[in-house]
């Protein structure tokens, strides 16, 4: 066999181009890590947290949360509702905009290396380009365990009706861009009062080995959802059944989340020009926007969710959430007690119809409408709907 031949093969018979792995490697993680830093330290300054803190670890431990690892609080917490095991537990919130920007940027960056791969790749070669990216993204997050661990100092007195923005109205105290928490008047003495005086220091620890097995299932997944929706990077020979079955629907869906998730940060934007901290508005959007529309998604579909609030800060949640989220009421959280309490509610069911729809007409406009099949005598034809033709 020539050269040639082996190279128009597709490198199966070739080693793998080890320069340019390490090189598509560094490239991928580092630009998605940079992404993932950017987004959090927008989000935590907008949302005036580096007020309480440094904002360098609490941007490491924001993004080692992003990639699915744990942060365990340490301290004392005890004024603000927590008490034994909930004042040692760890803290594994992922704020998926963290997320969706460092899969955004792994993905592409990973696709675009494997477009450009010299003289094609072959199933070895991809397994040793996507666990070169793994790999690095792993020991890259160890050093983000490393920096991840801070004290932030909790003054409880900016919880007070005094230091609240906005102060306490005729009616009680409200919060700019969350809304009116009612009269505290007689919950204060009984159950907040001690918020008020409560000023703790409490340290934060991103756990190594939970965050570094959270980091590995969370970039491998990305790259594995990235092969199968991207309809234009080609594939190992023998993977035709991939691109023609699995990638029109995955592509489809990953579209509809993404639009759903321009529409969630579109309108984040537009109750941030009416409220009094447009900032804090659009820091829960840049770090929480995908959370909130994604539960909204299987909320739409009349999927109920279990969720529960307690403790002494579950008192500060803003009506509606404090009755929806009561602990004593056991019910889960469906779209019709979202509409008891606010009748637009139902506009959500009506998007996710929409939402299910423009995937089924995606998926149906990506679908190839037939197949080539090559018949023992060397001659192709064209299977579909209207039967079998020959071609050439």
């Known amino acids: ?6 190279v128009v093969d597709g490198g199966r018979g070739a080693r793998p181009p080890w320069r340019h ?3 598509s490697a560094v490239s991928c993680v580092s630009w998605a890590l940079i992404g993932m830093a950017g987004t959090a330290a927008l ?3 907008l949302l005036r947290a580096d007020a309480a803190g440094s904002l360098g670890p609490m941007t490491a ?7 699915g690892g744990t942060v365990r609080p340490s301290g004392d917490v005890s004024a603000f509702g927590l008490h034994g095991a909930q004042a040692h537990t760890a803290v594994e919130i992922t704020p998926l905009g963290v997320s969706l920007v460092g899969a955004l940027l792994l993905s592409w960056l990973f696709l675009r290396s494997l477009r450009t791969a010299p003289f094609g790749f072959g199933p070895g070669e991809l397994l040793v380009r996507a666990g070169a990216v793994v790999a690095l993204f792993v020991a890259m997050l160890g050093g983000l365990a490393w920096a991840g661990h801070d004290v932030v100092t909790l003054d409880g007195s900016s919880l007070g009706p005094d230091g609240l923005p906005g102060g306490a109205g005729p009616g009680g105290v409200r919060i700019p861009g969350v809304g009116d928490l009612g009269d505290l008047g007689g919950l204060l003495p009984d159950r907040i009062g001690g918020l008020v005086d409560a000023k703790a220091a409490v340290g934060f620890t991103v756990d190594t080995a939970p965050t570094l097995l959270g980091g590995l299932g969370w970039s491998a997944g990305v790259l594995l959802i990235a092969l199968l929706a991207s309809r234009r990077t080609p594939l190992p020979r023998g993977w035709d059944a991939v691109h023609r079955v699995v990638r029109p629907a995955v592509s489809a869906l990953v579209a509809v989340l993404l639009v759903a998730v321009a529409a969630g940060l579109a309108a984040a934007a537009y109750a941030a020009l009416g ?3 447009p900032g804090r508005v659009l820091g829960a959007a840049v770090l929480g926007a995908p959370d909130g529309v994604w539960l909204g998604v299987p909320l739409g579909l009349f ?8 403790g002494g800060l579950a008192h500060l949640l803003p009506a509606p959430l404090d009755r929806l989220l009561d602990a004593h009421s056991g019910r889960p959280v469906t779209l019709g007690r979202l509409a008891e309490l606010d009748g637009r509610v139902w506009l959500l069911a009506v998007a996710a119809a929409l939402m299910m729809l423009l995937a ?6 990506r679908t190839p409408l037939g197949t080539r099949v090559r018949s023992s005598a060397g ?3 064209a299977a579909g709907p209207g039967g079998v033709a020959a071609g050439p």
């Open 1 to 6: 066999m020539s050269a040639a031949t082996a």
């Open 21 to 23: 792995v390490l090189l």
């Open 43 to 45: 989000g935590l300054h």
């Open 61 to 67: 431990a924001a993004v080692a949360l992003g990639a």
């Open 275 to 277: 409220d009094d901290h």
């Open 303 to 310: 999927v109920p969710w279990d969720g529960a609030a307690t």
């Open 360 to 365: 089924g007409v995606l998926t149906a406009v």
């Open 379 to 381: 001659a192709e034809f």
